[in-house]
C-alpha cells in the first residue's frame, strides 16, 4: 500500500505545453511537497503545503502553481513547458512541519519536454 | 549557490568493511540534518538525523557525526552490505521548513 503516490510515472510532451502531475499521500500526513531533482542530482524544494496553505514557494516561475484540494492531495499544474523545466519531480509528506517530522516521498515523475 | 555539498560523487566498498560518506554545509543557520537513501525508481527514504546540539547519533548499522566547528557531518556505516548499495543524501535545516540537499554519493558494496 503506497505512502505517497505519483501520477504519471514518466511524462514526454512538446514545449509550450500544459501538463499536470498528481500527488496523493495516505499517511494522514498534514505538509505536503513538491521537489524538483535537477541535472546535476541536486533535490530543491519548490513548493510547501501545510493544512492546504502555502507555507514555502521558492523562486519558482510563476507557469508552475501547485493546487491542493485538500490535505491528502498536492498537484502540480505546469504552464508553457520549457526545455529547461526537464527534471524528476518528487512528492513528499510530513506529519507537520517540525524539523523531527520525517518526509516521505513519492517514486518520483520524469518529465521530459522535447 | 550550493549550501550543503557532497565532493565525494561516488564510493565503492568491500562488503562488510565499513563505508564513510561526507558532507559539508555552508549555512550557520542549519541546526538540524538528516541522511536520505535512494535507489534507483524510487523517491529518497529517511535513514538518520542529527541535531545541532549532539554529536553522534547511532541507529544499527549507522552512525552519523556531526561537527559544528568544522561544518560537517558523515555517515559511517558498519558493516556494509549489497544492500546498501543506493544513492545517499545529505540535507540540512535551518528552521525555516526548507531542507537543504547535497547531490548525493553513489555507494556500491562490493561482494
Known amino acids: 500500500d503506497t505512502a505517497v503516490s505519483q501520477t504519471p510515472k514518466y511524462l514526454v510532451t512538446q514545449m509550450g505545453n500544459d501538463k499536470s502531475i498528481k500527488c496523493e499521500q495516505n499517511?494522514?500526513?498534514?505538509?505536503m511537497y513538491w521537489y524538483k531533482q535537477d541535472s546535476k542530482k541536486f533535490l530543491k524544494i519548490m513548493f510547501s503545503?501545510?493544512?492546504?496553505?502555502?507555507?514555502i514557494n521558492e523562486t519558482v516561475p510563476n507557469r508552475f502553481s501547485p493546487k491542493s484540494p485538500d490535505k491528502a492531495h498536492l498537484n502540480l499544474h505546469i504552464n508553457s513547458l520549457e526545455l529547461g523545466d526537464s527534471a524528476v519531480y518528487f512528492c513528499?509528506?510530513?506529519?507537520?512541519?517540525?524539523?523531527?517530522?520525517?518526509?516521505?516521498f513519492g517514486p518520483g515523475t520524469r518529465l521530459t519536454v522535447l | 549557490d550550493q549550501q550543503v555539498k557532497q565532493n565525494s560523487p561516488s564510493l565503492s566498498v568491500q562488503e562488510g568493511r565499513i563505508s564513510i560518506l561526507n558532507c559539508d554545509y555552508t549555512?550557520?543557520?542549519?541546526?538540524?540534518f538528516l541522511w536520505y537513501k535512494k535507489y534507483p525508481a524510487e523517491g529518497p527514504t529517511f535513514l538518520i538525523s542529527?541535531?545541532?546540539?549532539?554529536d553522534k547519533n547511532e541507529d544499527g548499522r549507522f552512525t552519523v557525526f556531526l561537527n559544528k566547528s568544522a561544518k560537517h557531518l558523515s555517515l559511517h556505516i558498519v558493516p556494509s552490505q549489497p544492500g546498501d548499495s543506493a544513492v545517499y543524501f545529505c540535507a540540512a535545516s535551518g528552521g525555516d521548513y526548507k531542507l537543504s540537499f547535497g547531490a548525493g554519493t553513489t555507494v556500491t558494496v562490493r561482494a
Open positions: 503545503y501545510n493544512n492546504k496553505e502555502l507555507i
Open positions: 542529527i541535531s545541532s546540539i549532539k
Open positions: 513528499a509528506s510530513s506529519h507537520g512541519l517540525a524539523l523531527a517530522d520525517t518526509q516521505y
Open positions: 549555512n550557520s543557520m542549519f541546526d538540524y
Open positions: 499517511l494522514g500526513h498534514d505538509t
